[in-house]
């Protein structure tokens, strides 16, 4: 059985892919999707693969690193 936590990243890929009117709610989207990532990984991989939960510490450093970039670029954007 598929739990409403399992489809929040697939909810926000779609909707990624469906809708892309503005930059900035594109990151949001993208915020959301690395957020809920952060959130999956531990509850799936807990009981199978005690060792790997720790890769949901590095997807949030990406999804920092992707944040600043985002921003970085929305910051460059909004000057030119």
Same mark, same amino acid.
Request: net charge positive; proline share 4%.
């Given at each position: 059985? +598929?739990?409403?936590?399992?489809? +929040?990243?697939?909810? +926000?890929?779609?909707?990624?892919?469906?809708?892309? $009117?503005?930059?900035? +709610?594109?990151?949001?989207?993208?915020?959301?999707? $690395?957020?809920?990532?952060?959130?999956?990984?531990?509850? $799936?991989?807990?009981?199978?693969?005690? *060792?790997?939960?720790?890769?949901?510490?590095?997807?949030?450093?990406?999804?920092?690193?992707? *944040?600043?970039?985002?921003? *970085?670029?929305?910051?460059?954007? $909004?000057?030119?």
């Amino acid at each position: 059985i +598929i739990s409403l936590i399992q489809l +929040i990243p697939v909810i +926000i890929v779609i909707s990624l892919v469906s809708q892309q $009117t503005h930059l900035l +709610i594109t990151l949001l989207r993208l915020e959301g999707l $690395t957020l809920s990532l952060v959130l999956v990984i531990p509850v $799936t991989l807990r009981l199978r693969y005690p *060792a790997l939960a720790v890769c949901s510490v590095v997807i949030l450093t990406l999804g920092v690193c992707e *944040a600043s970039l985002g921003l *970085a670029l929305l910051v460059i954007l $909004t000057r030119s």
